[in-house]
T-cell receptor, first 112, second 111 residues
Framework: DTEVTQTPKHLVMGMTNKKSLKCEQHMGHRAMYWYKQKAKKPPELMFVYSYEKLSINESVPSRFSPECPNSSLLNLHLHALQPEDSALYLC???????????FGSGTRLTVV | KNEVEQSPQNLTAQEGEFITINCSYSVGISALHWLQQHPGGGIVSLFMLSSGKKKHGRLIATINIQEKHSSLHITASHPRDSAVYICAVRFSGGGADGLTFGKGTHLIIQP
């Protein structure tokens, strides 16, 4: 298995909802990443997990809460989002000391 | 500031033309990635380079570490190559670090 699988592919949520994005990989990668991509912009790093521990948090608002329950799974919990949070959320994984990246196909999030 | 610059930002060409997209960066890197993204889609990794040259089908990627420059070439371009091509680098250092992305090159190949 050489893929990063993200679910759901599309999500529409209200500003008072709580939802979660999921990311899964079975390549034995011990680094996992969340990126946010607005339309016609490059991805922006949100969080990095290394060996299931949060190693980088790029000053992301607390309405985004990451979780890495095990070495294969990465979640992003969403609560009280704003319409400006609408974007494509990309998950990626890599080996920690090697540099090949694998990206998921993303979750297209719309906040209404 | 660690920066990644891509050129051109937009490129329209005719089917069959040879395409070159350039990427330059400001400080030392441990790896450079060329990525492809179709409209509304996820990102596909095309190449990862730390030195030299790599080839996959009609795609060729080169990197010059001394000049801090990389190029992506597409030979015999086809309309299905139309996409955004993104250069991304992992700046030197250990551990798990995120990528720094260029702004992308929007490529359109006309039949």
């Amino acid at each position: 298995d050489t893929e990063v699988t993200q679910t759901p592919k599309h999500l529409v949520m209200g500003m008072t909802n709580k939802k979660s994005l999921k990311c899964e990989q079975h390549m034995g990668h011990r680094a996992m990443y969340w990126y946010k991509q607005k339309a016609k912009k490059p991805p922006e790093l949100m969080f990095v997990y290394s060996y299931e521990k949060l190693s980088i948090n790029e000053s992301v608002p607390s309405r985004f809460s990451p979780e890495c329950p095990n070495s294969s799974l990465l979640n992003l919990h969403l609560h009280a989002l704003q319409p400006e949070d609408s974007a494509l959320y990309l998950c990626a994984s890599s080996q920690v000391l090697l540099y090949g990246y694998t990206f998921g196909s993303g979750t297209r999030l719309t906040v209404v | 500031k660690n920066e990644v610059e891509q050129s051109p930002q937009n490129l329209t060409a005719q089917e069959g033309e040879f395409i070159t997209i350039n990427c330059s960066y400001s400080v030392g890197i441990s790896a450079l990635h060329w990525l492809q993204q179709h409209p509304g889609g996820g990102i596909v990794s095309l190449f990862m380079l730390s030195s030299g040259k790599k080839k996959h089908g009609r795609l060729i990627a080169t990197i010059n570490i001394q000049e801090k420059h990389s190029s992506l070439h597409i030979t015999a371009s086809h309309p299905r190559d139309s996409a955004v091509y993104i250069c991304a680098v992992r700046f030197s250092g250990g551990g798990a670090d995120g990528l720094t992305f260029g702004k992308g090159t929007h490529l359109i190949i006309q039949p």
